[in-house]
């Protein structure tokens, strides 16, 4: 994510991952087969076909197919991880192709049309609704979206289906944002969280952070930045927002010079422009922003007479 949203920041997540329709339990729809009427056909007992009853061949579809987002030109779902087609192999061939478009376009659009990859995400989950890269997908649209309770229900679902906490920080800071810190410290407490990457341990210790700064425990929110990966004579993907929280804490503690100094770190690890650092700096420093488009505005002559 780009820049933090809530104190302490928000662990970053982009990329195809996955999110849930909703069912209808496999009955065909419509108010006569619902009724048992014409609809529906039943032998004398008012029991249904065998075919029908034991999950065979039926006459009619469940339900309509719905049309589908479009494919941008050139993909082909093949960008996907090898892990995410590994998930993909419980599918028949034609749709493991088309789910695996669907997801990268997801991750695609994220960042830039949230409302286009809902639409993927929803389609990759109505046709692989047990796939947890599909229900993760959905699951990082709804969280980007501050649906936090929808979120949540599906990075669960995640693991239940795959066994992996990789999602951890991402449903500590759903907790965090839907009020229950001493929910969320008790989910980033849990055994689960020693296994996590390396990453995901610093995307947590962030969010950590921030939970204990929304309760006033300044000094335990910059202590919990105190980690191997606070170095500023290292630059990896999780440099720049790492340092970013630790100077955001420091600030809040009354330590200026201190949150300059990381304020500055962060910039210089922020490659891809993901945080504010620079302005921070600068309004440490007391640089005042001009806007001139606006000084131009109260400039401009008056067409009123």
Excluded: C
Excluded at 23 to 44: C, I, T, V
Excluded at 134 to 156: C, I, N, P, S, T
Excluded at 180 to 204: F, G, I, K, M, Q
């Amino acid at each position: 994510m780009s820049q933090q949203d809530r104190s302490g920041g928000r662990p970053d997540r982009r990329g195809p991952r996955p999110g849930a329709s909703r069912r209808n339990g496999g009955r065909p729809g419509g108010a006569g087969s619902a009724a048992g009427g014409s609809g529906s056909r039943r032998d004398e007992r008012g029991r249904r076909p065998d075919t029908e009853r034991t999950g065979g061949q039926r006459l009619t579809p469940t339900s309509p197919r719905r049309p589908e987002p479009a494919i941008a030109e050139g993909v082909t779902g093949k960008e996907l991880d090898r892990a995410v087609w590994t998930q993909l192999r419980t599918l028949s061939k034609e749709n493991a192709e088309g789910v695996a478009q669907h997801l990268v376009m997801a991750a695609l659009l994220l960042d830039t049309d949230v409302e286009a990859a809902q639409a993927h995400a929803e389609t990759a989950v109505r046709r692989a609704g047990r796939v947890p890269a599909a229900r993760e997908a959905l699951g990082l649209v709804a969280y980007r979206q501050g649906d936090w309770a929808k979120a949540l229900a599906e990075f669960r679902t995640v693991r239940r289906l795959s066994g992996s906490s990789h999602l951890l920080p991402l449903m500590v800071d759903a907790e965090r944002a839907l009020g229950r810190p001493d929910r969320a410290l008790e989910l980033a407490s849990t055994p689960e969280a020693r296994t996590l990457a390396r990453d995901e341990r610093v995307e947590l210790a962030i969010v950590v952070s921030g939970i204990r700064r929304d309760q006033g425990q300044l000094d335990a929110a910059v202590a919990g930045l105190r980690i191997p990966e606070l170095d500023a004579a290292r630059r990896k993907p999780w440099s720049a927002r790492l340092f970013y929280a630790y100077a955001d804490a420091l600030l809040a503690l009354g330590d200026r010079r201190g949150a300059r100094e990381w304020f500055a770190s962060a910039v210089d690890a922020d490659e891809a422009l993901e945080t504010d650092a620079a302005e921070r700096v600068e309004e440490l420093d007391g640089v005042q922003q001009v806007d001139l488009l606006e000084d131009e505005d109260r400039d401009a002559p008056s067409d009123r007479g």
